[in-house]
């Protein structure tokens, strides 16, 4: 089941409607050169090793983000059940990273000097932000498209034919996977679940993070294309 197939299974559901917002940024996202290359194996090493740097960097923010996001929960289910899918989440990105990595010659000495581009400083701050002052079903709506774009473009790539030889094929198996499509699944469950108690006001306020965390995400990959670093 794709990511596309999940929204037609809860058409009706705030994840849905969620979703179908969303289209013309997807529509965007789908067509980034970064994705693009990265597919067929001709993205140049300089950018993706631009890209992954900037990912290590931000997946330390979204742990802490994930983990707010946790401590807001309403009952003991949904914080072990959010807890045990942002896991798989953050466990299966480590691994990626740490191959990556390795293979692009980055060390932890340039992860630990390396300054966020100003995509992802604003990426993480709008979520770290959101995570500490806005609800548990506002926070979970904002940290949402981290998981689910992943899954959708994920499962896009891997679906055509694959290129030999490709260095970047970690990348595609990782996002394409079917442990990193059960996080995702889960997550888009528990905003669903949260959406179903909230108020018209709260609802509008998690669709209204939702598609400003997804402009953020093809923001970070867009800037990544273009090596985005403070221009002073």
């Given amino acids: ?32 050169p970064l994705l693009q290359r990265l597919s067929d194996g001709t993205l140049p090493p300089e950018v993706f090793r631009h890209y992954i740097l900037q990912d290590a960097l931000y997946l330390k923010h979204y742990a802490r983000c994930l983990a707010i996001v946790a401590a807001k929960a309403p009952d003991n289910a949904q914080v072990l059940r959010f807890l045990g899918s942002a896991q798989k989440a953050i466990t299966v990105e480590q691994g990626l990273h740490a191959g990556f990595l390795t293979q692009f010659g980055i060390t932890s000495a340039d ?77 888009i469950t528990l905003t669903d679940i949260a959406a179903r108690a909230a108020s018209p006001t709260e609802r509008a306020e998690m669709m209204n993070v939702f598609v400003r965390a997804s402009q953020y995400e093809w923001m970070f990959w867009d800037s990544a294309w273009r090596l985005e670093t403070w221009p002073v």
């Fill in 1 to 32: 089941m794709d990511a596309s197939t999940q929204s037609t299974e809860q058409t009706g559901s705030f994840t849905a409607a969620a979703w179908d917002r969303i289209a013309p940024i997807m529509a965007e996202i789908e067509a980034l």
């Fill in 111 to 187: 992860v630990n000097a390396a300054e966020p581009s100003p995509a992802g400083f604003a990426y993480t701050n709008f979520l770290l932000a959101t995570a500490y002052h806005s609800s548990y079903a506002v926070a979970l709506s904002a940290i949402l498209p981290c998981f689910w774009i992943y899954w959708h473009v994920g499962e896009a790539i891997k679906n055509r034919p694959a290129i030999e030889g490709n260095a970047f094929q970690a990348w595609i198996n990782t996002y394409g996977d079917p442990q990193f499509a059960a996080g995702a699944r889960e997550v």
